[in-house]
């Protein structure tokens, strides 16, 4: 079957810009949660959704927001991109909120120039 | 202190050597997860542990929940198994460990 598919892998923006990233899980797999890995502070949980509905959220300012579409897909979004946004964004999916194990997509690496 | 600690933070072993990585965790869990991430950022789940121990192929993944500790063994080595190995560990969300960094040379 297909894995987590992310689109675009690689970006670039300039400060003050927006971007939208997606992914698409796994066919069946309701929850898709997002990550950012980051040499500084490596990875770091961002947010979870789970039949369109957030379920849990990080420590990342309001700038940084989700959705889940009803056939499972996510976007994040990140508004007023600063240079600390660079970083490799990572999407997981999972069939019951990660009890059966996680499968990643190959990222989208953010530069924020 | 952070919350999910890994040891050691780099190894590099010879082909064909037995490997332990260690993490320990200070939350309460549902799971712990051990992955594995190769050069380009690509990262492949190995295990989900909640008690006990997996094995699959050369790979053993161990934890004891009362210590709050996992380890991750890697019998006879190979240089394909060069890698990051990161420890993360559930509990409302997903806190990861800092990763340790796997070179096995031929």
């Known amino acids: 079957k297909a894995g987590v598919t992310q689109t675009p892998r690689y970006l670039i923006k300039t400060r003050g810009q927006q971007v939208t990233l997606s992914c698409s899980p796994i066919s069946g797999h309701r929850s898709v949660s997002w990550y950012q890995q980051t040499p500084g502070q490596g990875l770091q949980f961002l947010f979870e959704y789970f039949s369109e509905t957030q379920r849990n959220k990080g420590n990342f300012p309001g700038r940084f927001s989700g959705r889940q579409f009803s056939n499972s897909r996510s976007e994040m979004n990140v508004s007023t991109l600063e240079l600390g946004d660079s970083a490799l964004y990572l999407c997981?999916?999972?069939?019951?909120?990660?009890?059966?194990?996680?499968?990643f997509g190959s990222g989208t690496r953010l530069t924020v120039v | 202190k952070n919350e999910v600690e890994q040891s050691p933070q780099n190894l590099t072993a010879q082909e064909g050597e037995f490997i332990t990585i260690n993490c320990s965790y200070s939350?309460?869990?549902?799971?712990l997860h051990w992955l594995q991430q190769h050069p380009g950022g690509g990262i492949v789940s190995l295990f989900m542990l909640s008690s006990g121990k997996k094995k699959h192929g050369r790979l053993i993944a161990t934890i004891n929940i009362q210590e709050k500790h996992s380890s991750l063994h890697i019998t006879a080595s190979h240089p394909r198994d060069s890698a990051v190995y990161i420890c993360a560990v559930n509990n409302n969300d997903m806190r990861f460990g800092a990763g340790t960094r796997l070179t096995v040379k031929p």
């Open positions: 997981a999916s999972s069939s019951l909120w990660g009890r059966d194990g996680y499968t």
């Open positions: 939350v309460g869990i549902s799971a």
